[in-house]
Nanobody
Framework: QVQLVESGGGLVQAGGSLRLSCAAS????????MGWFRQAPGKERDFVAA????????NYADSVKGRFTISRDNAKNMVYLQLNSLKPEDSAVYYC?????????????????WGQGTQVTVSS
């Protein structure tokens, strides 16, 4: 079974950048699609970005297109989310997730495995 652990969250000023990492253990994630979701207090869990098993396809939420970039390194069993030009509305707990189908899925219900999340707070 795959376990996922996110890191890299923190407090940053608006306009700043962060790089989130998702470390997988237990088995290789090279055949899994991987995604990032976020959830702010009192709100639903929202899709942010996803990448297919080989990295050939990526999907983004409209709200983050052009600012966030998802990538993966299957050799290291890692997935990353680069967050640039951050806004206060980007503040949330960010979750890494894996889907066995290998697709760049956008619905949280598609995902089989979840990490515990990392907090991102953007101050204005």
């Amino acid at each position: 079974q795959v376990q996922l652990v996110e890191s890299g969250g923190g407090l940053v000023q608006a306009g700043g950048s962060l790089r989130l990492s998702c470390a997988a253990s237990g088995r290789t994630i090279s055949t899994y699609g991987m995604g990032w979701f976020r959830q702010a207090p009192g709100k639903e869990r929202d899709f942010v970005a996803a990448i297919s098993w080989a990295g050939s396809r990526a999907n983004y939420a409209d709200s983050v297109k052009g600012r966030f970039t998802i990538s993966r390194d299957n050799a290291k069993n890692m997935v990353y989310l680069q967050l640039n030009s951050l806004k206060p509305e980007d503040s949330a707990v960010y979750y890494c997730a894996a889907v066995r189908l290998g697709l760049a899925a956008t619905a949280w219900t598609d995902y089989d495995i979840w990490g515990q999340g990392t907090q991102v707070t953007v101050s204005s």
